[in-house]
């Protein structure tokens, strides 16, 4: 049982936004009551939120261990403050079917500490010709299904996948990027791409591919999901397409939203800001939080890509694309909140109700009853961003040496405490 | 009255790395051409050699075949009494899918004073410079499209030579503009030294989102030939590879040469006198006729030799110890 | 004039004196100017090579060339310093077969001309090389020695001789430098 106390209590879900106490108990949240012996944590001061859902992360477990496990990527998920964590079919073997969705789960039964929800994969293999076991993955616990890391380049394949997903009403998670277009490229196309001498992935790669998606998703009625938007375009479309009724989901990760692509000249050739979409024009960003804004995006999510170094430690042609994103992903969307153009409570909203009702989870929410999943945040600490020190095994990290403002100091996750730093 | 024995200006003392033209000064790049025509001289003279760089080690590391280049470097540190070691990544262990870094660091316990690469990545010297110890200076002799910096400095002392200056020159640089580290590296230098250029070439060599607005340069855009010569003191040729029709960026060879093909009859449209440059290796009947390249306007060959003189000057000024 | 903490050696009047012996002692020592080429080096050898060749065309009506010699790329410290902007070599004649008589402002510890020997013969091989020098202020550390002596000036090493000259410092005069902590 823990109590803790004097906290601003920020829960969007339930519009409530005010000084109070939340109360555990096991693994759920309580009615507050009178103290009765239970830890107390004294949190005034400091900001209480639900635990922060992620749609979006890469514990490369089973397969890429020397890159992540479901231990230390959820480890980092905590120091993130995400007490919610999807976990990505690309792992190797992929993800296909019942059992590799029930060994995960066992898996992360075992190693991680905080909740694990896997996705399958929409192609066996992701190799964008045969339909994954949808069923049989569903009925053991996958959310959503993805490619991810890969486009599915047949429109029929596509088409015939929102079509079948139906049958379990799941989301269909889409990388969606024209492969041909994007073929070699490695970073946004534009100016700064012609200085630096290196091929560019123009922002066309992603609008075509996403309204073929959105097409696709009016023509079947199924669930499209776009992941990793990083253009102004596609969130034009993803307004219109919600506007007529397609059944469509969006999300961002912190990176597109607050970095541009001068990250990758800032010390010449980072490979850390090699990312899958790339880093685009300040322009997109604004377009993209204006659409996390008025809702055509649904939600933040952190893309956590964890490298091993020597996949980074190269040229930038060589180097794997992905930031190794959990445990900067507060800090670094706190930019918005500090220089005014994202609230706190939207932020927070983004992060918590806004993912959990995009793939219809029960968590989000501080409600009494809900799942004792909870973060406790100080919005204003300044802290310099030293990847050499982060839990998860990826440093992959584009902010070495930069300082963020807004930290997590407690991580409560299903009842019992994941994380704890200075409380 | 020159300043003597003096120093050179601040900015150049603490250069250790030649990776790109993009953060040279005019002062740092009249240094160069001052010097490389010092150095002119030596290759001029009977004994070609200096005892300057006796002890030192040079290393190339060529990730791609080039002979000129290559050769141009080697002659130029054994000019300066430099030992040279060429290192071939098609003979090393490279192929056997040895990193870069793991490259770099066994070069660099052989003890290596300059390393001079060429790579088909664009940053990889980047790498290079992260990864050698303090007392070693590495040269970009090329890194995928994105620069060749020693062959703008020769480029520009080529120009001065024959011409007496580079600032308000009209230069055009023709051709596969995108792919080419040579045009990138030549607009840091011309810009810098005040010249105005104008780049020209097939639109799908000159695409307008990464060449439109937001470059560092002020430049002139055309597709067509014939409006880039006008009142041209320099017609800079880029080497047009075959493998990019395959590639879809251009129908045929012929096509190439109608449009873009220097010819005699259409140099005529430049300014009297007008240089004409290549980097090499020529496609001869491609981007530029025969008897264009051996005509009395061609700067060729005298860039090949100037090279080693630029090549000489730099490795002089990377030399001795930040002051 | 002398900056404070500056003696001054040699005037305007004993420099001209003293070049116009050191031209007579070169035609006289060679038998008249028949094969004599003057190399002035770096930055003061050169004006005063140039005086030397005016001198003996006045005396004995025969201009001997004269060329400039810059060995910065010889030097035995190059890796030690930052680089040094390199001056124009260039000798009109061909040096083979001749003597050399090579000019410079101060001999000191001798590395300037070992660097000058090494110079000229990569460019060609003369018959035999001399030295003039307008002050000798001792402190050797190699076995050089000049031919030509304007003024011997025993210094100690921690002082400095400064040799200005109208073409290159708008006056004509040598000064002895003290160091700065020494007020005795």
Known sequence: ?423 | MRNGVGQLPAARRQRRHVLDLDDFSVPEVEAVLETAAAMKDVLQRPIKKVPTLRGKTLITLFYEASTRTRVGFEVAAKALGADTVSVAASTSSVTKGESLIDTIRTLQALGADFVVIRHHQAGAPYVVAEEVGPGTSVINAGDGWHAHPTQALLDLFTIRERLGRIAGLRVAIIGDVLHSRVARSNLWGLTLMGANVVLCGPPTFLPAVGFGDGLPWNLERTYHLDEALEGADVVMLLRMQLERQTGGMFPSLREYVRSYGLTEERLARAKPGAVVMHPGPMNEGVEIDPRVARGVQSAIEDQVRNGVAVRMAMLYLLSGLPA | ?184
């Open chain 3, 1 to 184: 004039m002398p900056e404070p903490g500056e003696k001054r050696l040699l005037g305007a009047d004993d420099i001209r004196r003293a070049v116009a012996r050191l031209a007579h002692e070169v035609v006289e020592r060679n038998q008249g100017v028949e094969s004599i080429v003057l190399v002035g080096l770096r930055t003061r050898g050169l004006p005063l090579a140039r005086r030397l060749q005016q001198r003996i065309l006045e005396f004995e009506g025969t201009e001997v060339p004269l060329g400039e010699l810059d060995i910065t790329l010889y030097r035995d410290d190059v890796h030690q310093r930052a680089p040094r902007p390199l001056s124009p070599t260039s000798i009109p004649v061909d040096i083979s077969d001749k003597t050399v008589v090579l000019v410079d402002d101060v001999l000191y510890t001798g590395r300037t001309i070992r660097a000058a020997l090494d110079a000229l013969i990569d460019l060609g091989r003369p018959r035999s090389i001399q030295f003039v020098c307008l002050v000798d202020r001792g402190h050797r550390e190699l076995p050089i020695r000049p031919d030509y002596v304007g003024k011997n000036v025993p210094t100690s090493r921690y002082e400095k001789v400064a040799v200005r000259l109208e073409e290159v410092d708008g006056v004509d005069e040598v000064a002895l430098i003290a160091p700065a902590e020494a007020i005795l």
């Open chain 1, 1 to 423: 049982m823990i109590r803790l106390v004097g906290g601003r209590i920020i829960d969007p879900a339930v519009g409530r936004d005010e000084v109070g106490d939340v109360l555990i108990e096991d693994d759920r949240l309580v009615e507050g009551r009178a103290p009765n012996g239970e830890t107390v944590i004294d949190v005034s001061g400091f900001v209480v939120a639900p635990g922060f859902v992620d749609l979006h992360c890469h514990l490369r477990e089973p397969g890429f261990e020397d890159a992540e496990t479901i231990a230390t990527g959820t480890r980092a998920a905590a120091a993130g403050g995400f007490t919610t964590v999807c976990a990505l079919a690309d792992t190797r073997p992929s993800t296909d079917t019942g059992s590799d969705v029930e060994a995960l789960l066992v898996q992360a039964q075992r190693d991680a500490v905080v909740r694990v929800l896997p996705l399958g994969t929409t192609t066996k293999q992701r190799d964008g010709r045969e339909l994954s076991e949808m069923a049989d993955m569903a009925a053991v616990g996958a959310v959503a299904f993805s490619d991810d890391g890969r486009a599915i380049r047949s429109a029929s394949l596509m088409r015939h996948a929102l079509e079948y997903s139906l049958l379990v009403e799941r989301p269909i998670s889409s990388h969606a990027e024209d492969a041909d277009l994007a073929e070699g490229g490695v970073m946004h196309e534009g100016p700064l791409a012609t200085v630096l001498g290196l091929r560019g992935i123009p922002r066309e790669a992603e609008e075509i591919a996403v309204a073929r998606d959105l097409a696709l998703a009016r023509l079947t009625g199924g669930r499209l999901h776009l992941a990793h938007l990083s253009t102004a375009g596609a969130v034009d479309q993803i307004r219109r397409a919600k506007a007529a009724g397609v059944r469509v989901t969006a999300e961002v990760a912190p990176h597109n939203l607050v970095l541009s692509e001068a990250a990758v000249a800032d010390r010449p050739y980072d490979t850390n800001a090699r990312t899958d979409p790339p880093l685009r024009s300040a322009d997109d960003a604004r377009a993209l939080l204006e659409g996390l804004r008025d809702g055509t995006i649904d939600c933040i999510v952190s893309d956590h890509s964890p490298r091993r170094w020597v996949d980074k430690a190269c040229e930038f042609d060589q180097a794997l694309p992905g930031i190794s994103g959990l445990e900067t992903a507060f800090g670094l969307l706190m930019r918005l909140v500090h220089n005014g153009t994202l609230s706190l409570a939207e932020l927070i909203g983004a992060l918590t109700r806004r993912p959990s009702q995009a793939w219809d989870l029960p968590y989000g929410t501080l409600a009494p009853g809900a799942p004792a999943d909870v973060v406790v945040l100080d919005p204003d600490q300044a802290w310099v961003v030293d990847p050499e020190r982060f839990l998860s095994k990826g440093k992959n990290s584009p902010l070495g040496g930069q300082t963020l403002r807004g930290t997590v100091l407690l991580t409560v996750a299903a009842g019992r405490i994941a994380y704890r730093n200075g409380l």
